[in-house]
């Protein structure tokens, strides 16, 4: 405010002002630089000719740019594979879990039953569920049911990691909607499922976008389950797992190394960004008006 | 992972309005007879899914952890009830103890640390212009959304000996030592490259939490607290700490629980190495199941690691329905 005015004791006050503003934003651009570089570089190695990768001064912006490693990624053996396997896994998963998590969640906002809140504490609880400490059992589960080296066996792993959240944000959201809605159809002779159909999916349309992006990003970017369950049947692999083998396999060729992340982490990252102004500036506004 | 982590984030309030204990459209005796077989018809699947995918891995976890499990009882069938001798052989070796003692120090570190910088960028970024912070934010976005292997792919190469843009930037900055200095080759090096990536990857989790809770003290606190002569820090103490408090006890607890999810970068990283530098709990269970072939030791193992866990669980239930206030 004391920008504008053209006086001289203010003007220096704002000077005064920017300087005391200095560490502030230095600090901003030290967290935007460290947020930022490991993804800059990524994608930067991986447009880089070999040669300068492999120099050894670093060159911070590439003089020149190549496709060759995305070449050599995309063509390496069962890329096409992994991908169509990944994407499989995820949104069969995904769809599961909206399906079945959308059921849960209308009964737990709109109906009153007997063991209701158990359930919700089932499911708070199992939202926290120890994954990492259950990787044990379920392979020897999936070894005895003959359910090793099967994408179906991940899709069903990864749909019970997504459905609680999925559960937990539809419930939030059905809730908002007015029952009185759905009501005023059915006294127009709509059934009640027909009443949901209709005038409540419509409205659930961004949390079910919001839980499934957030699915999308669970499923796609697990590794240790894909790695433990998926193991004689190498074609069934998922990308986190084909690329965390890559790099061994293509040990000293960091460029492909890195454009093969970049095409893993491309999808992910594109999700998040059209997910940010829910993360951020949704998250802000929504407690600024409250 | 990351919708897990969507879950502590205080929602809009303005989204909720008037949540009270019973379900608006249940309201009145009608709805609820109407209701009849629906509702567990809806909850079934979901019940089914979390009986099978997770009560009974756990209990086949705590079956087989009583049992004399190798590989030849995974073959064929027939495992010995043993009792306590999986918990006896485990509690008296001292490679787990060391393993304990180095899951605790992991986590100490990871989450000492991630909660300092994301509090400090969180005050940080409430402080800035419209323009700063939209950066500041977008940045931790992506640096949030980085897919876990991808970004431990890119630690590697940062921290490659030859060509890493790390030792370059030491070595250019005088510290000659770390000329193709291999970090992965030395524990506490490697267990250092760690504890960096998982703080990378959650600082912004962390941090975009506390900002979002701290846009909630206000503004009116602050302003009658400066005018009656109260300095930034006793500002920060007395009125900033107590308003965002429970939310700061929600991530410290959740950042706890999730130390254990350094899993995937440890196994992608090091798997547990070099030696057992880098070896926590959950990686030491499953290498002592699936590489050692002691299914019953890691089944142990694990739910060791889920009792450790527990405490911190219900801390962090009762924090959160506290919140709640309505299950």
Same mark, same amino acid.
């Given at each position: 405010?004391?920008?504008?005015?053209? #006086?001289?004791p203010?003007?220096?006050r704002?000077?005064v002002?920017?300087l005391?503003?200095?560490?502030?934003h230095?600090g901003?651009?030290?967290?935007v630089?460290?947020?930022?570089f490991?993804v800059?570089?990524?994608?930067v190695?991986?447009?880089k @000719?070999?040669? #300068?990768?492999?120099?050894?001064? @670093?060159q911070?912006?590439?003089?020149?740019?190549?496709?060759e490693h995305f070449?050599?990624?995309?063509?390496a053996?069962?890329?096409a594979?992994?991908w169509?396997?990944s994407?499989l896994?995820?949104?069969g998963?995904v769809?599961?879990?909206?399906?079945?998590g959308c059921?849960?969640?209308?009964?737990?906002?709109?109906?009153?039953w007997r063991?209701?809140?158990?359930f919700?504490l089932?499911?708070?609880v199992a939202?926290m569920?120890p994954?990492?400490?259950?990787?044990i059992?379920?392979?020897i589960?999936?070894r005895?049911t003959d359910?090793?080296?099967r994408l179906?066996?991940?899709?069903l792993?990864y749909?019970?990691?997504?459905?609680?959240?999925t559960?937990?944000v539809l419930?939030?959201?059905?809730?908002?909607?007015?029952?009185?809605?759905?009501?005023?159809?059915r006294v127009?002779?709509?059934?009640?499922f027909g009443?949901?159909?209709?005038?409540?999916l419509p409205?659930l349309? @961004?949390?079910?976008?919001?839980t499934s992006?957030?699915?999308f990003?669970?499923?796609?970017n697990?590794?240790?389950?894909?790695?433990f369950?998926?193991?004689?049947?190498q #074609?069934n692999?998922?990308?986190?797992?084909w690329l965390?083998?890559?790099?061994n396999t293509?040990?000293?060729d960091w460029?492909?190394?890195?454009?093969?992340s970049?095409?893993?982490?491309?999808?992910?990252l594109g999700v998040f960004?059209?997910?940010?102004?829910h993360?951020?500036s949704?998250?802000?506004?929504?407690?600024v008006k409250? | 992972?990351?919708?897990?982590r969507?879950r502590?984030?205080p929602?809009?309030?303005?989204?909720r309005?008037?949540?009270?204990?019973?379900?608006?459209?249940?309201a009145?005796r009608?709805?609820?007879d109407r209701?009849?077989?629906?509702?567990?018809?809806?909850v079934?699947?979901?019940?089914l899914g979390?009986?099978?995918?997770?009560?009974?891995p756990?209990?086949?976890?705590v079956? &087989?952890?009583?049992q004399?499990?190798?590989?030849?009882?995974? &073959?064929?069938?027939?495992?010995?009830f043993?009792g306590?001798?999986?918990?006896?052989?485990?509690?008296?070796d001292?490679r787990?103890?060391?393993?304990?003692?180095?899951t605790?120090?992991f986590m100490?570190?990871?989450?000492v640390l991630?909660?300092? &910088?994301?509090l !400090?960028v969180a005050?940080?970024t409430q402080?800035l212009?419209?323009i700063?912070?939209?950066?500041?934010?977008?940045?931790?976005? !992506?640096?949030?959304a980085?897919?876990?292997?991808a970004?431990?792919?890119?630690?590697?190469?940062?921290?490659?000996s030859e060509f890493?843009?790390?030792?370059? $930037?030491?070595?250019?900055?005088?510290?000659?030592?770390?000329e193709?200095?291999?970090?992965?080759?030395?524990?506490?090096a490697?267990?250092?490259?760690?504890?960096?990536?998982?703080?990378?990857?959650?600082v912004?989790?962390?941090? &975009?939490?506390?900002?979002s809770?701290?846009?909630?003290?206000?503004? =009116?606190l602050h =302003?009658s607290a400066?005018?009656?002569?109260?300095?930034?820090?006793?500002?920060?103490?007395?009125?900033?700490f107590?308003v965002?408090?429970?939310?700061?006890m929600l991530?410290?607890?959740? =950042?706890?629980?999730?130390?254990f999810?350094a899993?995937?970068?440890i196994?992608?990283?090091t798997?547990?190495g070099?030696?057992?530098?880098?070896?926590i709990l959950p990686?030491?269970?499953v290498?002592?199941?699936l590489a050692?072939q002691?299914?019953?030791?890691?089944? $142990?193992?694990?739910?060791?690691?889920?009792?450790?866990?527990?405490?911190?669980?219900?801390?962090?239930f009762r924090?959160?329905f506290?919140? =709640?206030?309505e299950?």
């Amino acid at each position: 405010m004391s920008v504008t005015s053209p #006086d001289t004791p203010v003007r220096r006050r704002s000077t005064v002002r920017r300087l005391r503003r200095l560490p502030l934003h230095a600090g901003a651009a030290l967290t935007v630089l460290v947020c930022l570089f490991p993804v800059y570089w990524m994608a930067v190695t991986a447009f880089k @000719p070999s040669r #300068d990768i492999q120099s050894t001064t @670093p060159q911070f912006v590439p003089h020149t740019w190549t496709l060759e490693h995305f070449r050599t990624a995309v063509h390496a053996a069962g890329f096409a594979r992994f991908w169509s396997n990944s994407l499989l896994v995820t949104v069969g998963a995904v769809l599961l879990s909206l399906v079945i998590g959308c059921g849960a969640a209308f009964a737990v906002a709109r109906m009153r039953w007997r063991g209701r809140r158990q359930f919700v504490l089932a499911v708070f609880v199992a939202q926290m569920a120890p994954w990492e400490s259950l990787i044990i059992p379920v392979y020897i589960i999936a070894r005895d049911t003959d359910m090793l080296d099967r994408l179906l066996t991940l899709t069903l792993v990864y749909f019970m990691v997504t459905l609680p959240f999925t559960t937990i944000v539809l419930r939030g959201f059905i809730a908002t909607i007015p029952p009185e809605l759905e009501e005023a159809a059915r006294v127009d002779g709509c059934t009640r499922f027909g009443a949901f159909r209709r005038i409540a999916l419509p409205l659930l349309a @961004p949390g079910l976008m919001a839980t499934s992006l957030f699915g999308f990003i669970t499923a796609w970017n697990e590794f240790a389950y894909a790695n433990f369950l998926i193991i004689k049947n190498q #074609d069934n692999r998922t990308l986190p797992v084909w690329l965390s083998s890559f790099k061994n396999t293509f040990g000293t060729d960091w460029g492909a190394t890195m454009a093969a992340s970049t095409l893993f982490a491309l999808p992910a990252l594109g999700v998040f960004l059209l997910l940010q102004r829910h993360v951020t500036s949704g998250l802000a506004s929504g407690a600024v008006k409250g | 992972m990351s919708a897990i982590r969507e879950r502590a984030v205080p929602r809009p309030a303005g989204r909720r309005p008037g949540r009270t204990s019973p379900p608006p459209g249940a309201a009145g005796r009608t709805s609820r007879d109407r209701s009849g077989p629906w509702p567990y018809l809806l909850v079934a699947p979901a019940v089914l899914g979390m009986l099978y995918l997770l009560v009974y891995p756990l209990a086949r976890a705590v079956l &087989i952890s009583f049992q004399d499990f190798r590989l030849r009882q995974l &073959i064929a069938g027939h495992a010995k009830f043993v009792g306590f001798a999986n918990y006896r052989t485990l509690l008296s070796d001292p490679r787990f103890w060391t393993v304990v003692r180095r899951t605790f120090v992991f986590m100490a570190v990871n989450v000492v640390l991630i909660m300092v &910088i994301a509090l !400090l960028v969180a005050l940080m970024t409430q402080r800035l212009g419209r323009i700063w912070r939209t950066a500041v934010l977008s940045s931790l976005v !992506l640096a949030w959304a980085m897919p876990v292997v991808a970004a431990t792919t890119v630690f590697q190469w940062l921290f490659h000996s030859e060509f890493g843009v790390v030792n370059w $930037a030491l070595t250019s900055l005088g510290f000659d030592s770390f000329e193709r200095y291999p970090w992965f080759a030395h524990g506490t090096a490697a267990f250092a490259i760690l504890v960096l990536l998982v703080v990378w990857q959650s600082v912004p989790f962390a941090a &975009i939490t506390l900002y979002s809770a701290l846009t909630t003290v206000p503004a =009116e606190l602050h =302003e009658s607290a400066r005018i009656d002569g109260a300095g930034a820090f006793r500002i920060l103490r007395s009125i900033t700490f107590p308003v965002i408090r429970p939310i700061v006890m929600l991530v410290l607890c959740l =950042e706890v629980i999730w130390t254990f999810k350094a899993f995937t970068q440890i196994w992608v990283m090091t798997r547990g190495g070099p030696g057992d530098a880098t070896t926590i709990l959950p990686v030491y269970a499953v290498q002592t199941a699936l590489a050692g072939q002691r299914y019953d030791l890691g089944s $142990a193992a694990s739910l060791a690691t889920v009792v450790l866990m527990s405490g911190v669980l219900v801390l962090y239930f009762r924090q959160m329905f506290r919140q =709640e206030d309505e299950l």
